[in-house]
Every structure is written in structure tokens, then in C-alpha cells.
């Protein structure tokens, strides 16, 4: 039997607000380790003799993230397909069930969310081999978390009688909302509910199968979203009109409340979905005062916080169950029983048409990134590392000029019809209007500083004529 995984990395992780963001959200970030989550997954599921190299379904503007990702994690991936708009799960799993039908009739997906901590990854190969059992004779298994407290952020399934011939694996009673604390604690007292995980594991016809019967639209859009799909750099793009015109569901609501075939196996594995700060401090490893600590922090008389610096220091004096997360343009305090109220902030900061809930000041790009340094009226100030080989587009602005500095590398500038070569301390000008294009043709990363000054800085203000990522 081969198994593919498929991981879905899309999502915003808006309760991990300021780190997790629309452009960077918590999937790509190394929030638990020194790797990124989506890294972690892909990792997770690497050497199983019996998969197959991972299919990764991701938002389009994530693309080149992903792929470089799993190129520094020495991953190639079986495609990317790129969503063009975001429509849950069920949609997303169709499109790859499609996708895989075509490479494999037979294929049995492991679907995977990428923002998942699994600490036992022995155990969890252990679980996806008893699934693989109830799969042959046509089951769609799901993931059942055994419960280590009576959690109310979880939805929680209850197990049935036993699968015949298969160990551990039972039938699913019936799927529970998020209950109140009270009906949480009788769920695990019970012993027969577990947490719902959002992992699964099915045949690709059989999923498509059950879609097609209980959500038709949904089926024939995702089919219709891969058929009509093309190629782009190594890239899968689905057809746009087709998979927008899809309804959004979850997988849960769309298939598995309503098959006949689900199957539930219990699964005891160190999971967390990270859903917010306070799972975050559970999952990672405390100090002798239960606190967890990450990059330039400073604690006195601190007890049981999450402290987390990206920029500068953060000194923490005489407080305890608080998280404090800093960033170059936000900070975050809060009590950890408050967490789930940082949603509140994101949408407080969409209403207010700021930008700090969109991306961070570093922002990246296919290309390597840009970071903002200063900024003020008609002038602002950023800091450039283009990656050895790579280039950005030939482009024109009509409201800026830009001034460039080479600190460190070699650029390739063209600027109208004049292509120079910079090295360290050198400098050039780019007026408003003027085709140009910076490039690094050397073999370590070229820094620069940019003064851009002008009407209008805004990242809109780009004519692109000629890209080698074929962005519009």
C-alpha cells in the first residue's frame, strides 16, 4: 500500500498574533524548534518505508515560501498545488485526491495539517498502521487524540463498537462540538471520546466517493479545479473560477458526520494544534519556574510565562501565568487564561485598515527580502538581501525614486539601458519612471540600503515588464 501524505498548510494562526501573520502565518514560523512547523511536518513523515514523498497544498501567496522551505529541509515534494482562494478543508483535500487519482488510482492520502506538534512520532507511525488496516476494506479513519485533560477548545468524537479485524480501531458514534467545561470533564471520565485531531487517513477514490454522494458541488468543482489546472514553475495552479466556485466545508462536515465508513483510531502521541500562546507554553520544554523563554529575554521573579524576543531585549520583573511576545512593530501582553481575546486585537487592526496583523517589517520574497528600517513623509528606508543567483523583476515606478547602497555582495543594476556592476560602498540612482532591475550575480548574498522618496512609497507602485517568477 503506498500512502501519500498530504499536508495543508494553509490558515492564518491569527491566535499567535504579533509572530503569526496573513504573509508569514504560524505554519512557516519556527515557533517549537529551530525548524518551522510545516518543516516538522514534512520531516515527521520523511523515512516510513511506505510513503511517498509528501504533496503540500498551500495558499498562493505562500508558494515560494514553501518551496524553499522544503528545499532547506532536504525535501522534495511530490507537487505544490497553489489554492487560489481559501475554501477549507473539504475542497482542499478533493483537489489533492484528484491529483493523486491521476498519478496513482490506488492512492491512500495521510492528510496532515502543517501546524500540528507531534512529540511521538514512533507512536504516531504506530497509529497511522493500525488506520492503514481498516482502509483496505474501504474505511476513512480520523485521528483520535486521547484526551490528557478536559480541554473545551477541542471538538471530540466518540468511539463506537470495535472495527472487525483491525486492533485498537472502532467505529465513530457520533462527533461532539466544543463542549463547556463541565460536559468536557464527563467526556474524559468516560473513556470513550478523544480529542479530534484533523488527521486522516483514506483511499483517494473513497473520500471522492463520499464527497460525491453528500457534497456534490463540492466534489465537482474540486475535479473540474485539477482538470483545468496548469503548470507553473514547479508549481500546481487549480483553476481559479472552477475551485473559488466550490463551497467551503470542513472535511468533518462534508463527509466524515455523515459516511457510514468512519473509523476512529485512538492515539496517544504528544499532539497539540498550537491554537494559541498557551498551547504553545504547554507543548515546549520550562525552566525550574515553568517558564519558557526565546531569544534576548531577561526574567526576575517570573513563574509559569511564555517570553518570546524577536528584536531587542525584553526584561520580565515580578509576574507570573503572562505571555509577552515582542516583535519589531507590536508587542503582546497578556494573562495566559486571556489568549484566545488576541483574535480581537487581528480584527481591531482590519478595522482600523493597518497593516500589522498583514506581515512583519521583514518581508519575503522569491527572491530573498526586504526589511523596513524608517520610514517618515515622502521617504522611507529599507534594508535588501537578494539571495546568490537570483533577481529581482524589471520594473518601473511611477510615484518614487531609489537610491541604492551596496554594502556587502556585487549587484547587477539595470537602470534604463545602462547595466553596471556595484560592489561594497558603491551607489547608484534610479529615477521616478526609469525601467530598472537589481541582481546578484555573486555567490554570497548581496545586501543593500534603499532611500526610496517620492509621492507615493506604497508596494502597489510596481510595473512589472519581465519576472522570472512569473508574478503579474
Known sequence: MKIYPVILSGGAGTRLWPLSRAVLPKQ???????????????????????????????????????????????????????????????????????????????????????????????????????????????????FGIVPTAPETGYGYIRRGASVSGADDCYKVERFVEKPDRETAEGFVADGDYYWNSGMFLFRAETYLAELGQFRPEIA???????????????FCRLDEA????????????????????????????????????????????????????????????????????????????????????????????????????????????????????????????PWGYYEGIDAGDRF???????????????????HRAEHWVVVSGTARVTCGEKVSLLAENESTYIPIGMNHRLENPGKVPLHIIEVQSGSYLGEDDIVRFEDIYKRS
Open 28 to 142: 512557516l514560523l519556527p515557533l517549537v524548534t529551530d525548524r518551522t512547523m510545516l518543516q516538522e511536518t514534512a520531516l515527521r513523515v520523511k523515512d516510513w518505508p511506505e510513503l511517498m514523498a509528501p504533496l503540500v497544498v498551500c495558499g498562493n501567496d505562500h508558494r515560494f515560501m514553501v518551496a524553499e522551505q522544503m528545499r532547506e529541509a532536504g525535501i522534495t515534494p511530490l507537487g505544490i498545488l497553489l489554492e487560489p482562494a481559501g475554501r477549507n478543508t473539504a475542497p482542499a483535500v478533493a483537489a489533492a485526491a484528484n491529483y493523486l487519482k491521476a498519478i496513482d488510482p490506488q492512492a491512500v492520502m495521510l492528510v496532515l495539517p502543517a501546524d500540528h506538534v507531534i512529540k511521538d512520532a514512533k507512536a504516531f507511525a504506530t497509529a497511522v498502521s493500525r488506520a492503514a488496516n481498516t482502509v483496505r476494506d474501504g474505511a476513512l479513519a480520523t
Open 220 to 234: 465537482s468543482a474540486a475535479e473540474a479545479a485539477v482538470r483545468l489546472g496548469y503548470r507553473d514553475l514547479d
Open 242 to 365: 472552477a475551485f473559488a466556485g466550490s463551497p467551503s466545508d470542513s472535511i468533518d462536515y462534508a463527509v466524515m458526520e455523515r459516511t457510514a465508513h468512519a473509523v476512529v483510531v485512538p492515539a496517544d502521541i504528544g499532539w497539540s494544534d498550537v491554537g494559541s500562546w498557551s498551547a504553545l507554553w504547554e507543548v515546549q520544554q520550562r525552566d525550574a519556574d515553568g517558564n519558557v523563554q526565546r531569544g534576548d529575554v531577561y526574567l526576575d521573579g517570573v513563574s509559569n510565562s511564555l517570553v518570546r524576543a524577536e528584536s531587542r531585549i525584553v526584561a520580565v520583573v515580578g509576574v507570573s501565568d503572562l505571555v509577552v511576545v515582542e516583535t519589531p512593530d507590536a508587542v503582546l501582553v497578556a494573562h495566559k487564561d486571556q489568549v484566545q481575546r488576541v483574535k480581537q486585537v487581528v480584527d481591531h487592526l482590519k478595522s482600523k485598515e493597518r497593516t500589522e496583523h498583514l506581515h512583519h517589517t521583514k518581508v519575503y520574497r
Open 380 to 398: 522611507q528606508v529599507k534594508r535588501i538581501c537578494v539571495k546568490p543567483g537570483e533577481k529581482l523583476s524589471l520594473q518601473m515606478h511611477h
